[in-house]
């Protein structure tokens, strides 16, 4: 399939949906976009042992679960989180329903679209205009303004729909774990709601599968005495860090056999996942490939980065612990679909979706 | 299979693996313990017009979802939750452990085996229980105890395991609505962490489908350096009233399409899945059999409760939303699986869990 170079949304959900109900697992030639090395032949080498009956590390099908941090592990992060981006575009269209906010801060400065006023806002700042941009609506509202804001916002590099900046290889480790039995979950820092509106169409992965940050809802009735779910700016869990295994244990109630991530807010995911019985794989991508993606650590000399952190600290920890370290540059064949016109979408990944 | 009078816990979870691992639907013969009559055709009927390819009713399989209360839809309530039962039968190993509670209330009270005294317990006092018996230990050591209690306690009516007093038609619609292509939640006032420790083996609803009043947990690490997660006493999600489509909301993200429940704790959950768009099934157990089971409303003027409320207002908006009140009496032919000996498991119900 030849992708153009601004397909719609449409479109990308089109391909992604080719993609996720293909049937035929190609065992003999799984992960087309990785190269040969030590963390392609990690995940076969996982799967076989874990799935093949006989195996003493065979894991019986109702326990195999795999959880994916999203941000910078399935998807692009830089320059901006998109869930963030979606939030400041969100504040034009709250200051029309609440005028009062126009000449307040944090608000006034986003209006400014003074881009270096808008990058020095603080923590309790950014706090402000996430809670006043994803409450205060149903869930309904909430979904519909996501899926328009995905239909046209672009990332300001590749120029394409966030949707778009998926991970290729990323995307054939969910298939080939899931032809193998697998349910595959996110377990993201971002907003769960926000996360669930694309997580089935870009990554075949259902509502129910995304554990994310989890803000509450509130139960009431509309004018027509409708029952209706308003999301409220109360946070339930911050799932990162300390919160991903609490959030995993929250909504699956189950270990991970398998946990991917790529930032110091994924370690206690990997550590949890490690610390079960029997075999694990953990893995985290590591950002260095300045020419494709981008570059960040500071772990091994890459630059330093406040989004998606790679200390040395983690590093130094992966190689203790047995985690796999992924480089982006010499694992991954390709990172994007659209990078590779050639690829048929039946040999990128397959099997329905867990 | 016969059923002797006693049969350990092993025994049950055979039997219910037997009844969850059969892999034909009888789909000319469904609902067997169930008479017929307008609550029987209601789901027969609801099931066909849903899955049927081409129904205007159709709903795709990733969005069959179908939510049952536990206590009293699922299994008996009387003449106390067994959770609090399990609660108050741990106050003895809790003291153990913490000396200094046996001479403080409600601890105290519970120790002296005085009925009358505990049955008179506040809430706060009850409260006290929950949080102390509920928490401060990791995930695994209360699964462990949950265990140890569910293969040793009785219930006093009939002398059996809590885990055999499943209503046998209720377990027939679970397999039913499975082999259709539902996916079946609890959602449950009881403790999520608790009811999860035995779902999967009893009703075949595996731990990440269960919903229910949610506490919090603490990850750390143990004195060998190794990930844990804690229980601890904050309640982040009471699942009862409008809690239920609240935790539904958290933890599927999906409507569902069929609700079930019996009491007052159970109206929002149905609320909520009959404002969707589509064909919509919401069920109420009527506990109106006090030979075979328990009798109490006060619906219809049966006794008062305050476990398993289902008041004369709840069934005045039943009949005024078109939601379909099961007669115990009237609707069930069996109640238990012990009741019937004759049956023969693959009679009693089909499908693997979903």
Redesign the interface.
């Given at each position: 399939m030849k992708t153009s170079r601004q397909p719609s949304l449409i479109a990308a959900v089109l391909f992604s949906t080719a993609v996720f109900t293909g049937t035929t697992a190609r065992a003999s030639q799984p992960l087309p976009s990785w190269n040969d090395g030590q963390a392609k032949q990690s995940i076969v080498d996982f799967v076989a042992k874990t799935t093949q009956t006989g195996s003493p590390d065979f894991i019986p099908q109702?326990e195999r679960i795999a959880t994916f941090d999203q941000d910078g592990t399935l998807w692009v992060e830089k320059p901006m989180y998109a869930q963030l981006v979606f939030c400041l575009d969100r504040v034009g269209a709250l200051v029309k329903q609440k005028p009062e906010l126009k000449d307040v801060d944090p608000f006034k400065t986003v209006l400014s679209a003074n881009r270096a006023a808008i990058a020095k806002l603080t923590t309790p700042g950014l706090e402000k205009i996430l809670a006043a941009t994803l409450s205060g609506m149903t869930?309904e509202q909430f979904q519909a303004e996501v899926k328009k804001w995905l239909a046209t916002a672009k990332d300001p590099r590749w120029k394409r729909p966030f949707t778009e900046l998926t991970y290729q290889p990323m995307r054939e480790v969910l298939a080939y774990l899931r032809a193998h039995g697998y349910?595959t979950y996110i377990v993201t820092g971002g907003g769960?709601?926000f996360v669930?509106v694309y997580a089935?169409q870009i990554y075949g992965i259902?509502?129910?599968q995304?554990v994310g940050s989890?803000g509450?809802?509130?139960?009431?009735y509309d004018h027509n005495g409708?029952?209706?779910?308003s999301k409220d700016p109360k946070l339930?869990?911050l799932d990162d860090h300390?919160?991903k295994?609490?959030g995993i244990?929250?909504?699956?109630?189950?270990r991970p056999s398998a946990a991917f991530g790529n930032s110091t807010g994924d370690q206690?995911m990997l550590?949890?996942t490690?610390?079960g019985d029997g075999a694990r794989l953990c893995m985290l991508v590591l950002h260095d490939d300045a020419t494709r993606e981008y570059a960040y650590g500071p772990a091994l000399g890459l630059p330093d980065s406040k989004v998606g952190t790679f200390t040395q600290a983690l590093y130094g920890e992966a190689q203790k612990q047995g985690w796999i370290v992924i480089s982006m540059k010499k694992d991954w064949k390709n990172i994007f679909a659209f990078e590779n016109n050639s690829l048929e979408p039946s040999t990128r990944g397959t099997a329905a979706?867990h």
């Open positions: 109702e869930i349910k769960q709601d669930r089935e259902p509502p129910e995304v989890m509450g809802t509130t139960y009431g409708k029952a209706i779910l339930l869990l300390a919160g295994p609490e244990h929250l909504l699956i109630g189950r206690q550590e949890y490690k610390a979706s």
